[in-house]
């Protein structure tokens, strides 16, 4: 009778060393530049979100309004107010909900660079990748479900001046987080099969 053993799965299990690929190369090459482009926007986009928390809290002109239809810079209809003019708590409750509306965006944002810094190591179809997935998909649900969130947050404590919180966009954004986010668990479960595979002998 056949005898089946388990053994722990090495540290590094990946096939010996081979030359490159073209597709492997092109692969590589462009999540390298892909990476470096979701540094960037990282990075600007939470300098953006700085900026924009600090003139909510502290600009005083005329330049930055709020109306029943959203947020306007520049100027704005008859109906809107200048942000300045608001009291403090209001305009500290209307930060938090600028934290709550665009952290997602920038956590989406950096969680893509992580995963093509991962293709560009040759970790496609790791585990790590897959974590990496399902993180992006949950990061695009939360920024599908925040406006609502808020909507909820500021209507209960009367603060509410942007009414406008149903988007087409927020749906369309939360099918795709659930696909992502259900691919990235795909991809850790194929892992985890792969690696009992190469458990035993």
């Known amino acids: 009778m056949a005898t089946v053993l388990h053994f722990e799965p090495p ?38 979100m700085a900026i924009g928390l600090a003139a909510m809290l502290f600009y005083q002109g005329e330049a ?15 109906n809107s107010v200048p942000f300045g003019s608001l009291p403090l708590d209001h305009r500290l409750v209307y930060v938090v909900v600028g934290l709550i509306r ?3 965006v920038l956590m989406l944002f950096w969680q893509l660079r992580g995963l093509f810094a991962l293709y560009t190591r040759g970790q496609v179809f ?17 920024y599908a479900l925040a406006p ?7 209507s209960s404590t009367g603060y509410e001046i942007d009414k406008v919180w ?21 991809m850790q479960v194929g892992h985890e099969i792969e690696q009992d595979a190469q458990g035993f002998v």
């Open 11 to 48: 540290a590094d299990i990946s096939a010996p060393h081979r030359s490159e690929t073209p597709a492997e190369r092109r692969v590589r090459l462009g999540s390298r530049g892909l990476a470096m482009l979701f540094a960037i926007l990282s990075g600007t986009f939470a300098a953006t």
């Open 64 to 78: 930055l309004r709020i109306g029943p239809d959203g947020c306007y810079i520049g100027g704005g209809p008859a």
């Open 102 to 104: 665009y952290l997602p």
């Open 126 to 142: 790791s585990r790590r990748a897959g974590v990496a997935f399902s993180r992006i998909g949950g990061w695009l649900c939360a």
């Open 148 to 154: 609502l969130l808020c909507h909820l947050l500021l």
């Open 166 to 186: 149903l988007h087409l966009a927020s749906v369309q954004a939360f099918v795709l987080g659930l696909l992502v986010l259900v691919i990235g668990q795909v």
